[in-house]
Nanobody
Framework: QVQLVESGGGLAQAGDSLRLSCSASGRTLSNYAMGWFRQAPGKDREFVAAISRTGGTYYANSLKGRFTISRDNAKIMVYLQMNSLKPEDTAVYYC?????????????????WGQGTQVTVSS
């Protein structure tokens, strides 16, 4: 079992930056690729970014250049740096630990999920 807890969400204005954090407990985080997903009201959950066990990164095309995922295995943390925020970035953001197989961008390939943290961006 892996327990994930997100933090760092909140209110922001368009153009601001936020950094989300995901802390993990349980099994060693370094055993897992990690991902961030988000879900806006009335919409399906969507892929944001992922990072492999060795640090390779993957992003939703629409978010490349604005969002950066990173991990610190020693601190058992995963981060999502979000810059130049837009109102359409408003969503609940989830951290997830990936199962060994399958694409990074598919949420059904992730075995463990946090409870999410709300990000609200005003114009």
């Amino acid at each position: 079992q892996v327990q994930l807890v997100e933090s760092g969400g909140g209110l922001a204005q368009a153009g601001d930056s936020l950094r989300l954090s995901c802390s993990a407990s349980g099994r060693t985080l370094s055993n897992y690729a990690m991902g961030w997903f988000r879900q806006a009201p009335g919409k399906d959950r969507e892929f944001v970014a992922a990072i492999s066990r060795t640090g390779g990164t993957y992003y939703a095309n629409s978010l490349k250049g604005r969002f950066t995922i990173s991990r610190d295995n020693a601190k058992i943390m995963v981060y999502l740096q979000m810059n130049s925020l837009k109102p359409e970035d408003t969503a609940v953001y989830y951290c997830a630990a990936k199962s060994p197989l399958g694409e990074y961008s598919t949420d059904t390939n992730y075995a463990y999920w946090g409870q999410g943290t709300q990000v609200t961006v005003s114009s």
